[in-house]
């Protein structure tokens, strides 16, 4: 069973960082694609970044590249997302996803199996 707990989100400034966790737990974690995800208010989810664990293979949607990083840590078993000069549009739900099939880094919500419960950011502007 894979379990992911998303934490880290909050209420930030415009220009502001933050930085999402995501504990995953199952086996052969080193096989996974871990994605972030996101859906703002009245909108659909949308892709955000993916990263394969082993490797370190990333991926990102063209509206955050050079503004956010994922990354994992092998030790604590968690996938990050650092978010810099978050703007008001980034303001959504973020969740975490998990494909333990570990084929493709993927964009598409319906390859990731498993899910976190999300975490809220806010960006004032």
């Known amino acids: 069973q894979v379990q992911l707990v998303e934490s880290g989100g909050g209420l930030v400034q415009a220009g502001g960082s933050l930085r999402l966790s995501c504990a995953v737990s199952g086996r052969t974690i080193s096989s996974y694609v871990m994605g972030w995800f996101r859906r703002a208010p009245g909108k659909e989810r949308e892709f955000v970044a993916a990263i394969r664990w082993n490797g370190g293979t990333t991926t990102y949607a063209d509206s955050v590249k050079g503004r956010f990083t994922i990354s994992r840590d092998d030790a604590k078993n968690t996938v990050y997302l650092q978010m810099n000069s978050l703007l008001h549009e980034d303001t959504a739900v973020y969740y975490c996803?998990?494909?333990?099939?570990?084929?493709?880094?993927?964009?598409?919500?319906?390859?990731?199996?498993?899910w976190g419960q999300g975490t809220q950011v806010t960006v004032s502007s």
């Open positions: 996803a998990a494909d333990p099939r570990g084929l493709a880094i993927s964009t598409r919500a319906w390859f990731y199996n498993y």
